[in-house]
């Protein structure tokens, strides 16, 4: 019998004694340690009554002992459904009812909590905290490794992460083997991983970021992994001595920027800075290239898809793109209501087709058919273009684009704009009801520590730069933006909370 993903992956591995994990406080797994804990944790869940195809969730820390859990689950054929630990239990009862998994795995101070909505649907429920230890770790113990891995092919369902359901409710997108098999091994030749990487990953594992991209990189490439429970900017400095990898979020350059110790010499022993899950801003870029000598690489995905493009390896890195398509990637820009392609340069939906993209959302069909082209191109949802040297920039999701007096507005060329101006830190741009234009553009914009730009010097600084129907009637001063806990910046939250400034009576 053959497992296509678990198969790979042991294919591929080093020599058993070889590290493959280490953690933040010194805890050290080799890849003999991990895949035999994996068995143990496969033989676990057949002897619980799981079957191949049957789901397992979970909403636990991050630790060495849930990266094993995951191959576990892929070695029995399960179907691994990781949940956001932020989540409140109101909010696990819908993933768990839509779901409807044979086990939920939590941190053991969360059990009681839980148990109401793992009843309702008849699941078990076992713990596993952030050290490792937890009454599911106790079963492996005790059990003896699976003979074998469950057969599954290349086109069976290994995991399915539920999208962040910013509008409407959370969308499950079913993850096949090859769907996160090929990816991995794209992305391991493309940003040229080894066996000599060592990836300092401090990124969460609920998220497809930090649990498949950058874990089954590692994998695919016999590497290994500095493993920490989350981002600290100190903790990071301190084992990247050790490391030639890493992988964040834009979070983790700003504040790593911050840092006194990151000086060119810090860094030097470094290869590779990866950036996703958010966009990064321009600024970033630049200053973390003028302090360290590296261009971050940024690339684009998502939870459907994984990874769709990357800045090169070797190459311009350009700020403010992420780059080209992958190889075995096709991506296109379209009119988002007929799907017709666009001229090089114009704005429009990106659509993407390749064996990364997901084979639907769980229990959704209608949704599922409404999200892909008659060709099999699926729509991201994401607005773009790609400019005269093939490099694709991404202008905002299309739900963002902003319709005022029927003029299209773009919300990422007013933040460009924004961005630029002395003192800007950063801004976001979304549009709110208007009793006669339909909607109207507002901004928030975080200020540079000690900066005094007013809203009347920035709408005075974008007159002369953006059409009248582009400016924003108004700007509000925060002192952050809101953000999911990946640091996407979460337009919503300032929608809501600014709905009613112009529908309100008297508003102008």
């Known amino acids: 019998m053959s497992n296509h993903l678990f198969d790979l992956v042991r294919s591929r591995a080093p020599a058993l004694d070889r590290i493959f994990i280490e953690t933040g406080s010194g805890e050290r797994r080799t890849y003999g340690d991990i895949f035999d804990r994996a068995a143990r944790y496969a033989a676990v869940l057949q002897d619980m009554g799981l079957a191949p195809g049957d789901r397992i969730a979970l909403q636990i820390e991050k630790s060495a002992e849930a990266v094993a859990l995951k191959l576990g689950s892929i070695f029995a054929g399960t179907i691994f459904v990781p949940l956001n630990t932020a989540y409140t239990p109101a909010e696990i009862s819908y993933f768990v009812g839509d779901a409807e998994p044979k086990l939920l795995v939590c941190d053991p101070g969360r059990r009681e909590a839980l148990r109401a909505c793992a009843d309702d ?37 290994a995991a399915i992460l539920y999208t962040s359901g910013t509008t409407g409710r959370s969308k499950g997108a079913m993850l096949s083997h090859d769907n996160l098999a090929s990816n991995a091994l794209t992305l391991a030749e493309h940003w040229r991983f080894t066996r000599d990487d060592v990836l300092l990953h401090a990124l969460p594992i609920y998220h ?14 016999g590497a290994s992994m500095i493993f920490l429970p989350k981002f600290d900017a100190d903790e990071v400095m301190r084992h990247m001595p050790r490391a030639t990898t890493m992988m964040g979020v834009p979070t983790f350059y700003t504040r790593l920027l911050q840092h006194p110790g990151l000086t060119p010499d810090a ?36 939870t459907e898809t994984n990874m769709n493009t990357s800045n090169p390896y070797d190459g311009d890195r350009v700020a403010g793109t992420v780059g080209f398509p992958l190889p075995g990637v096709s991506l296109r820009i379209a009119d988002p209501d007929t799907g017709a392609v666009l001229p090089q340069g114009e704005i429009g939906m990106i659509e993407v087709k390749g064996p990364n993209v997901f084979k639907g959302y769980w229990r959704m069909p ?143």
Do not use: C
């Open 208 to 221: 497809t970021h930090g649990l498949f991209v950058a874990t089954n990189v590692v994998l695919m490439a």
């Open 121 to 157: 649907v008849g699941a078990r429920v076992e713990t596993l905290d952030p050290e490792g230890r937890g009454s599911l770790a106790e079963l492996a113990d005790l059990t003896s490794p699976a003979a074998a891995p469950a057969s599954r092919g290349p086109d069976d369902i």
């Open 267 to 302: 860094t030097r022993h470094m290869r590779l800075f990866v950036s996703g899950s958010a966009p990064l801003l321009a600024d970033t870029h630049r200053d973390w290239r003028a302090k360290t000598g590296h261009a971050i690489l940024e690339r684009y995905g998502m």
């Open 366 to 508: 209608e949704k599922t058919a409404s999200e892909f082209r008659a060709d099999g191109f699926f729509i991201t949802g994401d607005l773009g273009k790609i400019d005269e040297r093939g490099y694709v920039h991404i202008v905002g999701r299309g739900k963002d684009l902003i319709i005022t007096g029927g003029f299209n507005v773009y919300p990422k060329e007013i933040e460009t704009e924004i961005d630029a101006i002395p003192g800007v830190v950063e801004s976001a741009v979304v549009g709110l009801p208007h009793p006669d234009f339909g909607e109207s553009v507002v901004a928030a914009v975080v200020r540079e520590k000690g900066a005094t730009v007013s809203e009347a010097a920035i709408i005075a600084q974008l007159s002369s730069k953006l059409a009248k129907f582009k400016q924003p009637k108004r700007i509000f001063i925060v002192d952050e933006l809101p953000r999911n806990t990946m640091g996407k910046v979460q337009k919503n939250v300032l929608r809501d909370g600014y709905k009613t400034l112009f529908t309100d009576k008297g508003a102008k």
